[in-house]
């Protein structure tokens, strides 16, 4: 064990004996960062849902993209990057052992084309979707693999006709649904399995025709957990007006009231063992992690599946081994390190972005399956070895100074000054909330909001109280935002055709807020992916959980939960 100071924050933390054994086996030194400065730089090179309308640089046609029209990088539409239009090896540079290492790579990163989006597999009729594989008439959805009629979606797996919702999986018609796996026609839950026709619910297991319940298992016509016979349940449910602004609102407010004296469980694991962090899914020995599935060995993963022994790793897996200090690598990739947008099989990669296929490089940008590679120049395999040493001991020698004075030697991952994108605009802004003042002080860069700048022909408090009242007219109007002030509102909003039908075939009321303010609110219901130490409120044993005092009064260890509510 060593105790350690961060060179970001200036707080200590700790690297335990078996990390040691990690970093010796992938032969990197010891990290500089601690774990939470480590998870905010690899959120900060990432844009996961904020899409600009720009030009492709190379066949001038109308895109939609990640980057913004002012990159100083050229921005090519996906099937163009993929293809071959074009040559990545023809910006290659020759490794000047004067300089810095991240300054040459930043020279580099300043003239390669870059993709406009992330997609993979089939897209059919959903332009404006980023991250996503397989995707069919979609909209505003995104990290998303499968997903079919659905909107305003952020982090999913095989959806169908769902709505404004997060981090969900194998759902239909849900709505404001948030952690919640095999759900059909459920509306406002969260950390929820194998619901039907419910609203409002947490923490709850197979039920249906429920409303307002936590931790509930196998249920059928319960209310705030008290069970009802079936007619008097639908007349109660209709008492509670669920189709109207005001009775959601009512709801929301009691539900919350009521969640708080239910105890939480401290850590949502199913047949894991030896875990630490929150939702676990088949993990073993898996620590300080998020959003796992089907993980061996690894600490400090972000949602990852299907892979084993990693380390500092945002997003996604499917048979990846041994990546460390990286984001959105994926697909049978192994040895990545410091590393962004790698997948398909790329394997032994040391600070590269964009190298899909690749094998063997060392600072490139947007090489299709590149190998032995130095800054988009190629060498001979003995020639890349002697230089990826040379360059390794010299980045010990000559580092990096960054914009906010800290040195970056080998084993750091990218500074955030060479991020693509301002902190608002990535993955960071959502799980680390900064304002723009802090963001700057911390080194970032921030780009300040476009609200756009229509004219409303419609305040949201004069839409209706029910769907029912709405006509096909509102198809036609600019809605003011409720919260048109804020920093994330975009200012306004319309309403499709596909929404509208949605909303009418569940009888749900418009909503009263743009995309982002609904998004924003999402995010503030669940915690933040951060661990504290407490205790359990039943056996006192200390437990590690994300859930803070505040958002869960009542927590429970693993076992109390099984005895009392399972
Ligand atoms: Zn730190
Ligand atoms: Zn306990």
Redesign the pocket.
Known sequence: METKNCQKCKKDFVIETEDFNFYEKIKVPLPTFCPECRLVRRFASTNERVLYKRKCDFSGADIFSMYSSDTKFPVYDKDIWYSDKWDPYQYGMDYDFSRSFFEQFLELQNKVPRMSLVKQRMSVNSPYTHRVDDMKNSYMVFRTTRGTDSMYVYIAKDILNCMDSFAISDCELCYECIDCDKCYKTRFSQESKELRDCFFMHGCRNCSDCVGCVNLVNGQYYIFNVKYGKEEYFEKLKELKLNTVSGIKSMEQSFEEFRKKSPQKSTITLKSEDVSGNWFTNCKNVKESFWCINIRDGKYLFAVFDSQDCMDYFQWGNSCEQVYESENVGLNSSRIFFSTQCWMGAHDLYYCHSCPNSANCFGCIGLKKGEYSILNKKYTKEEYEIIKEKIIKQMNEVPYKGPDGIEYRFGEHFPNSLSDFAYNETAAIDFFPLTKEEATRKGFRWKDKEKKNYKTTIENRELPETIGDVDDSILNEIISCEEKDSEYSVGAYRITQDELSFYRRMDIPLPRACFDVRHKRRLVKRQLPELHNRN?S??N?AVKTMYGESFAPIL??E??YQQEVY
């Open positions: 359990c039943k056996c044993v429970y260890c076992k109390c």
